[in-house]
């Protein structure tokens, strides 16, 4: 994991995505791509206000505001010991940031921002790389702690596992948690549990498993209760995770994680 690419585009958790990714950079030795996009159709649809705003101050304000980001990220990090670069491009955001995140091998996107879970959704049907998720306290992750795996045996958590390997082989300990709905024991999914065991044993990486029952009738409760007994900052989930119905995408527990989680995450689909 050694490159890695910071879309930003407010200041409200710019400072707990930056230290996120500094943080993963510093234990992979990673460089940062900063990534400014402004978008095209914003552009477009202030200079349609051309009659209304005849001097232009809306657009003005809005660069403005574009500059001071780019100003904000610059002073951030100043003085900080990796390697990294700013770059700004004008295009539409979610086009822009999965063209990129080709030649990357993680998006670090933030929780805040204008229509951030629709972009989320978008970069995950999409995009090739995983996507990182800072936790909803903006406390920075410690990429050498424990690690808890969502597993329901889907494809999406099976690609979840092998595009965080990188992660998975600093952490003191990995958790492959498998949840029970409703007292009952869940289908194995595509994959059996000792298909990932397998894999992880290969690959060096040593687990445990756990099986554990929702708490109040949530997946995610159960997840994040197991996380918080392990001292885990870090869950590696798929883009679903209902195991017995295809939920919509972000529906369910995903949503539920992406707004209630402490920890971080890490989705692929």
């Known amino acids: 994991m050694k490159s890695v690419l910071v ?9 707990s995505v930056l230290e996120n990714a500094l943080a993963i950079a510093r234990a992979t030795d990673a460089h940062l791509e900063v990534l400014q ?17 005849s001097d232009r101050s809306a657009k003005r304000e809005f660069l403005a505001g574009v500059e001071a980001l780019e100003a904000a990220v610059r002073k951030e990090m100043s003085n900080e010991d990796v390697e990294w670069e700013f ?3 004008e295009g539409d955001v979610a086009d822009t940031i999965i063209a990129l995140a080709a030649l990357s091998d993680l998006i670090v996107v933030g929780r805040d921002g204008p229509q951030r879970v629709r972009m989320l959704g978008d970069l995950l049907h999409r995009a090739e790389s995983p996507i990182f998720v800072p936790g909803a306290n903006g406390h920075r992750v410690d990429p050498l702690g424990p690690v808890i795996i969502a597993w329901d045996g889907s494809f999406e ?5 092998r595009d965080s390997l990188g992660l998975l082989k600093l952490a003191s300990e990995v958790h492959v948690v498998r949840v029970t709905e409703h007292g009952e024991e869940v289908p194995p999914g595509l994959y059996p549990l000792t298909r990932v065991l397998e894999y992880l044993s290969r ?5 445990e498993y756990s099986r554990i029952a929702e708490v109040d009738g949530q997946v995610s409760k159960a997840l994040l209760k197991f996380a918080e007994e392990k001292g885990a900052g870090l869950m590696v989930m798929g883009g679903y995770s209902h195991s017995r119905l295809r939920e919509r995408l972000f529906g369910g527990t995903t949503r539920r994680l992406l707004e209630e989680s402490a920890i971080a995450l890490v989705l692929s689909h």
Do not use: Q
Request: proline share 3%.
């Open 157 to 161: 958590v099976a690609k979840a596992v």
């Open 87 to 89: 770059r700004r491009v």
């Open 7 to 15: 879309p930003v585009d407010n200041h409200d958790d710019l400072g």
């Open 203 to 207: 690959e060096d990486v040593h687990a």
């Open 37 to 53: 996009v402004v978008s095209d159709d914003t552009l477009a649809a202030l200079e349609s206000f051309g009659g209304i705003d």
